[in-house]
């Protein structure tokens, strides 16, 4: 039969010399790896999910720091394509624990029996496309080979820890250790001396966590944050019952929203205030802001509609935050060097956090300005700034990723006549919908750059592209189709479309890893979509509905002929 074809082997690798062969390769298992193979399933197709970690929960999994929790709350950060889950799990706390959100990821994989089908411990190093027989060719860093008529990446937009560039960070000879990448059995800091470089969102919640433990804790900070209270508390009936009585129409409602994210649930306007921030009152503004950071969370960037559009909107709500961490932080000079000035609030990804701000008044912690006192070099015995030396038992380094395109361009991926991902993705990222890219036939990017991805709840972003792929595999086989890819056109003018939409907000003016700027060399592009995940939704719809309208569609015969 034609098209996308079931492989005989379902309980397997269906040896071929020593090449093991599947219809479709998940690399990755985090949230989505292991969606993807759920719904693989579903069609019947046979999969394996191949993953260089030791377990699933990809994100979950390697971010181990002390604080780590989701910044959705857990009643929306978790998935929704199962009714019978939504009502199985229960959180302890608004905003999960990564232990939780680990074991929530685990007890997904028993219950939809996925191990079975999950190979841990392989790395993935090479992907290459072979024009002859129309299928990727698959290398592990544990000498496998798979050949597959799909190739899913799985691989995830935060994946790639990045260290910092520092002269004589191999010299140092303290324990060291990035948030990305944290040791299983966890850290003793107890009456260590402790160094945090970066205060990103894996800091702000380590650094409290931190400094409880350790005998003093020194955090260097280049660029400040915002960041709001989180008032994470535990979950209470009162509010669980009523999600999850309601976790069909308020799940449809997230679907449709910017972000993904409901911020209220109380009246039709689902927490965001579809009101200029300019068009009230000055007193007015303050009570909406006060109001806000009364409850905390992210929706304090929905306070009002023009936040990330309007810089004399975003000012007000950037002062906002300035006046309560000078509120918060008893020593003037600490707290005006963690006032964000340089960026409008929410152009990089807000921080909320669980008394951050107010560790800075503990007697054991002390902030190094590196706006003033820049970093020269990591010594043998700690952290040179031009002040002079600081010395310590460890190092956390909370330096961030090489996000969303790192990844997948770290990985030798090749496509038709060998062109090379990495090479094609030198000036930035191309693809259509962040979900292909042309030249790369059949090989597909859950939450790929150029899709909402990082700017969403990132749950509800992964089911969408599953959900997406799984109905254009569906079509596929309905009519006999081998391969799929996007148009150079298509892609081009998607891109147009994101850079478009990037450039009429005010994220374009942060240094933010958004942009690629927080790595050396990388291009300054702004990756992911911001039209929002309800308006991306619909565009990916009537792509589908226009018969894949920017993709080509290779009948399975005339594939074959054109490689004869
Ligand atoms: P990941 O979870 O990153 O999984 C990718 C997997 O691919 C990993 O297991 C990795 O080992 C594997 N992999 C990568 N390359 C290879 C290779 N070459 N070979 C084999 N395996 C490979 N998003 C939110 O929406 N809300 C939050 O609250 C939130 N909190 C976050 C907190 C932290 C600390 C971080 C770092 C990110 C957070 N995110 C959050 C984003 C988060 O990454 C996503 O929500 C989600 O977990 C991504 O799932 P994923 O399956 O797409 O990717
Ligand atoms: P990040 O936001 O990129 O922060 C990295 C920090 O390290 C920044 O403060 C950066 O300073 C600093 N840094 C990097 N190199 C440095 C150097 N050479 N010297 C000094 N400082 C340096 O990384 P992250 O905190 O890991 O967060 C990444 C993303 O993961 C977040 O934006 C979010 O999407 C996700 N995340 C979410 C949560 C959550 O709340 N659920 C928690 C953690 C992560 P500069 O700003 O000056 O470059």
Redesign the pocket.
Known sequence: MPGVEPQAARDGAAPQGSIKTYDVIIVGAGFAGMYMLHRLRGLGLSARVLDGATGVGGTWYWNRYPG????VESMQYSYSFSAELQQAWSWSEHFAGQPEILAYANFVADRFNLRRDIQLEARVTAAHFDEKTGRWRIETAQGEIFSAQFCVMATGC?STAKL?E?TGRESYEGATYH??YWPHEGVDFTGKRVAV???????I?AIPVIAEEAGHLTV?Q??P?YSIPARNSPMTPDYEGPWKSNYDLRRAKARTMRTGILYGVTDETWGLNNVSALDVTPAERQRIYEERWAVGSTAFMASFNDLITNQAANDTAAEFVRERIREVVKDPVTAEALCPYDYPIGT??I??DTDYFETYNRANVSLVN?RETP?EAITPKGVRTSAGEHEFDAIVY????DAMTGTLMNLDIRGRDGLKLADKWAGGPQTHLGLMSAGLPNLFMITGPGSPS?LSNMIVSIEHHVDWLIDALAHMRANGLATIEPTAEAEAAWGQHVNEAGHRTLYVKAAS?YMGA?VAGKPRVFMPYIGGVGVYRQECDEVAAKGYDGFILTPRDARAVAAE
């Open positions: 780590a929790r989701c910044d935060l910092p520092i948030t990305g470089i970066g205060t990103g969102s894996s800091a919640q260097f280049r660029t944050n990089k990804r921080c909320i590196l970093i909370a330096t961030g990723f990082v890893w927080n």
